[in-house]
């Protein structure tokens, strides 16, 4: 299969891919771990169950995010390290000129694992100053856990669109260390913006697709500039962009 690009993310189709195979569907890098310990098996298992749920409309976005969360408060780091072989994975990487190198770790066939993933996910790899730049999402939800490195993360609601502009309003405006996590919906931080502090920076990403069959917006990111017009109550006029445009900024 084809690896999306961070590029044409928004613009590809996706829609269709509502479960991601553990052993066929990520054969761009052979990284298996060695050894994989029991908290990360429950932190995967756990992000896979709040997931389903999440998809059958048996859980609400914000209270997906609270709980993803929370398991990533819970999982010990090197296990997750240890899980998807991160060593390997990352080893004599090019980083990318703008924004990040996207990485596909392949997880290990270990009993007690789920064979499939109601999401998807990838490894960003930047090096300093590099971004995964400023946008929101239609109709998913994702979740950030830091692997690596340092970064400053911004979050945003995403108030309403206005055409070419979206109207959004800051939330989050921090640093963030390995370990930590963060999450967007439609719902709540729907637009976020990462930026890499130190040398090299990871980040495991999950993406659940599709989360309201009943939506009109096709699944993807939207590219804005959170540096726009300041409003009334702290909000921010952001224009659109195309990807193009958004990594030459930000990137």
Not at 17 to 28: F, G, N, P
Not at 100 to 106: G, H, M, V, W
Not at 112 to 140: C, I, W
Request: hydrophobic share 40%; proline share 3%.
């Amino acid at each position: 299969m084809h690896a999306f690009s961070r590029r044409d993310f928004g613009e590809s189709a996706l829609g269709g891919l509502l479960t991601w195979s553990l052993l066929d569907c990520l054969s761009m890098t052979d990284a298996f771990g060695a050894e994989m310990k029991s908290s990360a098996a429950a932190w995967l298992t756990g992000m896979n169950d709040l997931s389903k749920d999440l998809k059958g409309q048996k859980l609400t976005q914000t209270d997906w995010q609270k709980q993803i969360e929370a398991l990533c408060q819970k999982v010990e780091l090197q296990d997750v390290l240890k899980l998807i072989d991160f060593e390997k994975l990352t080893a004599g990487l090019k980083f990318r000129d703008q924004g990040e190198l996207s990485l596909r770790p392949r997880m290990p066939a270990v009993e007690g694992l789920p064979t499939e993933l109601v999401f998807g996910y990838q490894v960003f790899a930047l090096e300093k100053d590099r971004s995964v730049v400023p946008h929101g999402h239609n109709n998913m939800a994702t979740a950030f856990l830091i692997l690596q490195g340092d970064f400053q993360g911004r979050s945003y609601d995403r108030i309403e669109d206005d055409g070419d502009y979206m109207i959004i309003k800051p939330t989050v405006d921090r640093p963030f260390q390995a370990g930590e996590s963060s999450t967007v919906s439609d719902q709540k931080d729907n637009v976020h913006w990462f930026q890499a502090t130190s040398k090299t920076a990871f980040i495991f990403n999950i993406h659940v697709l599709n989360i309201d069959p009943a939506s009109k917006n096709r699944t993807g990111r939207v590219y804005v500039d959170p540096k726009g017009e300041k409003l009334a109550d702290g909000k921010i006029r952001a224009e659109r962009l195309g990807a193009a445009e958004a990594f030459k900024r930000y990137g």
